[in-house]
């Protein structure tokens, strides 16, 4: 994270960043809202009003911490939480494709495990000298929070759907006198998350040793911590020349 600056002093890249990511913002918003008064007024049998409030919700947040906090956020990081919620919850839950197509669950959980990796790199280069680091070193790391994040996601899946009698394990079957959702289900998502984060593995590896692949522009662009801001050539007032002459003529003569 940087610190907040005006929109007029920021970089022409980072210009084009932050009206992409307000302009993917602003779309889902508008677009969960109309879902939302739409399915509130006429009813919905797939229960798709909560998670349409949701998506127009968490969209804004990005944008809110950095008016509450004054920090600007990473560009990379604004724009890939837009992507993935664009995908994972506004088609993904809102437009129902979870339960319209069987493999649209397991491509979801590829794209996170990716984007969960290229996160930790982002965290990895503030929690120390990052250069020091070797490719390997940072990798594995990125490979193993990813991992760490699926765990966490399973068991708060578990722990919604027993608490509060949801079904984001899938359907429940009778299993030892009670019903309990199918273990595959979860084991499905921590493979394809692995297969995204080991994706993520190969393009790092890859773009360090072989080809660049772009992975170089996504390491600078999620290790930078300077605030990219426009350089101005410092402007000299009259009275500040006039007086800067004077000292100049009075140190020639002595």
């Not at 797939?46 to 906090?69: H, K, M, T």
């Not at 959980?109 to 984007?115: K, N, R, S």
């Not at 490719?135 to 919604?160: H, I, R, T």
Request: include cysteine; aromatic fraction near 14%.
């Amino acid at each position: 994270m940087r610190k907040k600056v005006k929109f007029s002093q920021l970089t022409k890249k980072d210009k084009i960043f932050k009206i992409i990511n307000l302009a993917f913002m602003l779309s889902i918003f508008l677009a969960s809202a109309a879902l939302a008064i739409y399915y509130g007024v006429t009813g919905d049998p797939n229960d798709r009003l909560v998670p349409a409030i949701l998506v127009g919700v968490v969209s804004l947040l990005p944008y809110l911490f950095e008016l509450i906090f004054r920090t600007r956020l990473n560009n990379i990081l604004f724009l890939g939480l837009e992507i993935y919620l664009l995908f994972a919850g506004f088609i993904g839950a809102t437009l129902n494709f979870y339960n319209m197509f069987s493999w649209y669950d397991i491509v979801i959980h590829v794209i996170m495990g990716y984007l969960v990796a290229m996160l930790a790199l982002f965290f990895i280069a503030r929690l120390g000298d990052y250069k020091k680091l070797s490719v390997w070193q940072v990798v594995v790391f990125c490979l193993c929070f990813s991992l760490a994040v699926e765990l966490v996601w399973e068991l708060s899946e578990w722990a919604f759907d027993n608490l509060f009698g949801m079904s984001a394990q899938g359907d429940k079957v009778s299993a030892f006198g009670q019903l309990a959702p199918l273990v595959t289900d979860t084991m499905e998502d921590i493979l394809c998350n692995f297969s995204g984060a080991l994706l993520f593995f190969i393009h790092f590896i890859l773009g360090k040793k072989a080809l660049p692949l772009g992975i170089n522009a996504i390491e600078r662009e999620l290790t930078e911590t300077k605030i990219n801001v426009m350089q101005k050539e410092p402007q000299i007032t009259d009275s500040e020349g006039e007086e800067a002459k004077e000292a100049e003529t009075k140190q020639k003569k002595e």
